[in-house]
């Protein structure tokens, strides 16, 4: 065991690291809260604390899959910088976004087209032989249709409209939200601890994200309006799958990651409009990360390998 490899996977909730033996033996597993530099003032220095001290070998290969990660833009440097800061110069290390590893850990690096949905969401859609192609993931100015923000956001907008107008019909469904809050359900309270609620939230965008959760509840307890809101999004993301398809000019199969794609009527509808069940994801996006690292480091990557790989996560 003279060498490990590294990967990460850097979300807006959650962010992890695996560390990977060359037989495929999982050494050090960690996890920290979520790395997103577009809404976490703090995602340096979460990425630096994850990093530190993190392998009992010395390290080859890192494949870093992080949120709002490309290349192309000058803000990415500074994701660069942190980890090359972290990991030192001897590590090769390549970067990427989290969705890619996502998509990769998904087809066991074959071709298909992953839809992530969470805090955020982008279509990722890999056929092997171009370059990969991006729908979505505009972020929640421009974008972000059927993401956990988009869904919460859309269940506070009904909220605050029952506050304007009390309606009736619109009640139950404002009521279960207020309480899911945590705040007065009565309507003459409910707006200024409404107020109050948003300007003490330290990440704005993952509270509202967090909202998705209630809502799925509520949808799975037979809740019209969810059930509503969720096929609403779930009309995005399929339409976004489907336009994949059409500029790949092939209909890949899809799969999904995600907190929103733990909806079952997410889940059902996007089939449906698709045309047919996702492929169920063969590996997490870290496990993704870590068998992209592997074969760069010029690791033999087989079956016994990924057996190994797969093991070691599920123990997490």
Known sequence: MDDAILAVDGGGTRTRAVVVARDGHVLVQRHTGGSNPYDKVDWAETLTHLLRDISPVPLRTAMIGLAGYSAQRPSSRMQEEVIRTALGPAVAI?????????????????????????????????????????????????????????????????????????????????????????????PDAAGEALLEWQRVQDHPRSAIAALAHEVNRLA??????????????????????????????????????????????????????????????????????????????GWDVDGPWLARLRAGLLRD
């Open 220 to 297: 799975d307890g037979g809740c019209a309006e969810a059930v509503q809101i969720l096929r609403q999004a779930a009309g995005f993301l399929s339409s976004q799958v489907m336009t994949a398809r059409e500029r790949l000019g092939q209909p890949l199969p899809w799969s999904h990651s995600g907190s929103v794609f733990l909806s079952r009527t997410v889940i059902d509808t996007v089939s449906h409009q698709v045309g047919e069940a996702p492929q169920a994801p063969q590996f997490s996006a870290l496990g993704g990360g870590a068998m992209r690292a592997a074969r760069l480091a």
């Open 94 to 186: 390549t970067m990427c976004s989290d969705v890619e590893i996502a998509c990769i850990g998904a087809f066991a690096d074959g071709p298909g087209i992953l839809a992530l949905a969470g805090t955020g969401s982008v279509i990722w859609a890999d056929d092997r032989r171009n370059p990969p192609l991006r729908i979505g993931g505009w972020g929640y100015m421009l974008g972000d249709e059927g993401s956990g923000y988009w869904i919460g956001s859309v269940a506070l907008g009904r909220v605050v409209h029952f506050l304007d107008t009390r309606h009736r019909e619109e009640a139950a469904f404002a009521t279960r939200i207020l309480e899911a809050l945590g705040l007065p359900i009565d």
